[in-house]
């Protein structure tokens, strides 16, 4: 292994592991917001902001579920482009929708002065702010890899150069096993006419 691939290695590994903190984080926003849509139903005295904020938090966790199903099921041979761009878009869905449930949350829960609706309020534009920034940096992201898709599609193009070199060993095998029977099969043919002139030899002597 050369310097340049352990430097793609090594930044392979730390990509993987902020992905992962990523989609964790992110699983974990859907599930706590649609555990509080489902608490506001009961206990908010708004029940239209509570049924629209329910019904968004379910489009983001149904969301989630197929980017769950795009990410895990069937990747046996790694991710196809095709693939790698659903998980983005469907990555983008989520984002929007659950940066739509919390901005409707925090504008429509009235202000009131109790501490339980000061705590949603509050609550709701922190997620609305960081789901916000995530939502803008997932459209640049997805704008820079449509102008540079190398940097990202890279390596299934060197999965296709690796497997395209198999038959080229292969081939190579079978031409040295089909070489040597031809060259044992000619050398019999040498050995009378050594015989015949040592002994033309012993008889001159």
Known sequence: MNEREARLVYKNKI??????AAFI???VVVYSSTLL????????TNQVVAYIFFGLCILALVMTAVRIGLMFVG???GFTITRFKAIDVVKQIIRGTVLAAHTF???GIGTGSSGFDLAIRVYSI???VIELILF???LWKMAWIKENPERIYDKFAIKEAKESNMPTKTSRKSHVNYSEPTKIGHAPKAIPTIDAEVKEIEVKK
């Open 105 to 107: 949350l925090a504008i």
């Open 136 to 138: 803008v940096y997932g």
């Open 15 to 20: 990509t993987k592991t902020i992905n992962l």
């Open 37 to 44: 849509s489902a608490f506001l139903l009961v206990a908010s």
């Open 126 to 128: 922190f997620i609305a």
């Open 75 to 77: 990747r046996k041979d």
């Open 25 to 27: 984080a992110s699983c």
